[in-house]
């Protein structure tokens, strides 16, 4: 398909993350008639033995502190009746961990809406010690070289296919396998059969896709007539699209709020949809924490006129509950709240450092597949639900490689971000420099735009501030997000 990378198969890993890419094409100048032109954009990355010693899962030596042995096996699996209850079930943690996160947020509104309520020194300054926290962080990164926020040797390239397809899916998981085979030859038979020195094939290669691609991968990895990629590949679909997904599907299912809510002060129904079905879950950002302060607020405000005292987080809660009992639409808004946090919440699994949080995400994806079940999500059940199965058998090198270095990525602030979203600002930042709208050449300045590096674009005028505040300029659309660049050694296609 291109040119491999190279890998040394004792102490190197090798993982890739892919996506769509698409631009619009526009026949004989007609805007009537556009069409879109696929490309999907790849990032292999090799991760250093230096990387795996610091994760914990190698020695100074090179050898593996961890099992690569599967945890248990299918039959096993499949012989116990409850499985599927463990496995995909809520547990008591999950609820303990939502019920903080309503807590918090009803923390939050009772003080900012009941502010003057309060004796003098009671009331606490949480969000404006976030905002001061993270403000300071990141100009304290501001000076920090790109290069050092990497996570490992990385290259990027663009082909011309659409990752729809399952001939384009199976040509990457093809080359994936290529990489293992061509480090295999590399160093040539080994002598020592107890004593396996191929870390790659050990441990595997990794994929990570969205939603409908990684469906395709794993069809491919389990059918029968496959049976070399088994073992050998593992597939992961992103967060950053689960979170997405679960948006929309919150917006199938709460028509009613969009509607009457939002279009309260959405004035055109254009602008309600753009939030209901959102391309990207950062345009609910700003729009959850405001919903969650209205809704709360408004209930602690009603509670004090009521009992002329400030409710409790507890007392808020039950109240709120007795209202819904009573009146539907209520418990509607309330219903719609709780999924709110959940989506809140796996958010917050990608802000804990240095890695992200999984527990706490695989927590919201257990709690997701409910509203995917009520809104026929079935490909996000079937991943989800074939995920969890493949953990639970996953060895405990891969596990800890997976939490390290594939549920996210470094971006250029040095916080954490969802993998797939990492390839989805490097998308965006191409774009930047060559539009929108297929025309002739496209390919060859895609090509160019990935051979720049930090020190073209500081040639250029974009000095790294720049870049990381999102003020150059650009050919594409903005929204109010930053813009995230990192920079990556090119190789190009063979």
């Known amino acids: 398909m291109r040119r491999q990378v190279d890998i040394d198969p004792t102490c190197n890993l090798h993982f890739l993350i892919g996506d769509n890419f698409g631009f619009k094409a526009i026949a004989n100048h007609d805007a009537s008639k556009i069409g879109t032109v696929q490309y999907t954009q790849l990032i292999d990355t090799v991760l250093s033995k230096e990387q795996l010693i610091s994760a914990g899962i190698l020695d100074d030596d090179g050898n593996l502190l961890l099992s690569t042995e599967a945890s248990t096996t299918w039959g096993q699996l499949h012989n116990d009746e409850g499985t599927a209850a463990r496995l995909t079930a809520t547990t008591s943690k999950d609820h303990e961990a939502l019920t903080e996160c309503v807590a918090e947020s009803m923390l939050t509104a009772i003080e900012d809406s009941l502010a003057g309520n309060f004796a003098p020194g009671r009331r606490r300054r949480v969000r404006s010690a976030r905002i001061s926290s993270r403000s300071t962080k990141v100009k304290a990164l501001r000076n920090t070289p790109l290069e050092d ?13 659409d990752l729809a397809r399952t001939s384009t899916v199976k040509a990457i998981v093809d080359y994936v396998l290529a990489v ?20 790659q094939v050990q441990v595997g290669s990794m994929i990570i896709f969205h939603g409908q691609p990684s469906s395709h991968a794993q069809s491919l990895i389990v059918a029968q007539m496959h049976k070399k990629y088994r073992g050998r590949i593992h597939v992961f679909f992103g967060a950053f699209h689960t979170l997405m997904k679960m948006h929309n599907a919150m917006g199938k299912m709460f028509d009613y709020i969009f509607k009457v ?15 209901q079905f959102p391309g990207d879950p950062r345009q609910l950002e700003q729009e959850f924490p405001e919903l969650l302060q209205a809704v709360y607020g408004s209930a602690a405000q009603y509670f004090y006129d009521k009992h002329k005292r400030v409710p409790s987080v507890s007392e808020l809660n039950e109240y709120m509950l007795e209202r819904g009992k009573k009146y539907p639409v209520v418990g509607l808004i309330i219903l719609y709240c709780r999924f709110a946090e959940i989506a809140k919440m796996m958010k917050m699994s990608e802000r ?8 706490l995400f695989f927590t919201t994806l257990r709690f997701a597949l409910t509203i995917f079940t009520m809104t026929h999500k079935t490909d996000y059940l079937n991943l989800i639900s074939n995920f969890f199965v493949e953990w639970e058998m996953t060895s ?8 390290s270095f594939i549920f996210t990525q470094t971006g250029p602030t040095g916080a954490p971000m969802f993998s797939d979203l990492f390839l989805e600002q490097h998308n965006r930042y191409t774009r930047g420099d060559v539009g929108k709208v ?15 590096n930090m020190i073209d674009r500081q040639e250029d005028g974009h000095t790294v501030e720049q870049l990381r505040v999102g003020k150059q300029t650009t050919k594409a659309s903005r929204s109010k ?10 190789e190009p296609d063979s």
């Open 396 to 403: 405990p090198a891969l596990r800890a490689i997976y939490k």
């Open 261 to 275: 809510i939002y279009s309260s002060y959405r004035r055109t129904l254009n602008r309600v949809l753009w939030i």
């Open 481 to 490: 997000t930053h813009i995230v660049t990192c920079y990556y050694r090119v």
């Open 438 to 452: 297929y025309t002739k050449g496209l390919d060859a300045k895609l090509e160019q735009s990935l051979k720049k």
């Open 149 to 161: 926020l990497n996570h490992g040797d990385l290259t990027a390239s663009i082909i011309k296919k």
């Open 180 to 199: 293992q085979d061509k480090a295999l030859e590399r160093i040539g038979p080994q002598p020592d059969a107890e004593k396996p020195l191929m870390l």
């Open 352 to 359: 804990k450092e240095p890695h992200g949080d999984t527990e």
